[in-house]
């Protein structure tokens, strides 16, 4: 099963929140060879960025427990995929139609390319997003991945 995750369902690697558990599920699944996870190259400043959150705003994290928590990540960050040009200006498409920003569109982009399932936990965004199909929100996951 070809998968495409953001960032908001990574850092629930190393953030104890809400459907952590469901995080840690597709992380387990990945490691294990049942599924396979792509993302964009944003995803590093975004998993980045939210590491950097959770030591300097929300303060749930010591600065040396986000620098290790990075570097797992990163050890385990899904296969980066480059966007073509092409790719950029559908990304543009879906980000005027659906109005989200382009680098939550770079992610449904992938989705198409590879003709995966999204997955994100991000609720906003799917609101928003939701109807385009394959689009799954992370509380749903155990449907598709049992």
Request: proline share 2%; glycine share 4%; charged share 30%.
């Amino acid at each position: 099963m070809i998968i495409i995750v953001d960032a908001s369902v990574i850092a629930k690697w190393a953030l104890k929140e809400e459907y952590t558990d469901e995080a840690i599920m597709i992380r387990d699944k990945y490691i294990g060879g049942e599924i396979r996870l792509y993302a964009p190259p944003i995803i590093r400043y975004e998993v980045s960025n939210t590491i950097w959150k959770a030591i300097t705003k929300r303060k749930v994290m010591s600065f040396d427990d986000g620098i290790n928590a990075l570097r797992n990540l990163f050890i385990l960050l899904p296969e980066i995929v480059k966007l073509s040009e092409e790719d950029f200006l559908k990304a543009l498409n879906i980000s005027t139609k659906y109005n989200i920003t382009i680098y939550d569109a770079a992610y449904l982009v992938l989705k198409e390319k590879l003709k995966g399932i999204f997955i994100t936990a991000d609720t906003k965004l799917f609101r928003k997003v939701k109807n385009m199909g394959n689009i799954v929100f992370i509380s749903d996951i155990k449907k598709y991945l049992g």
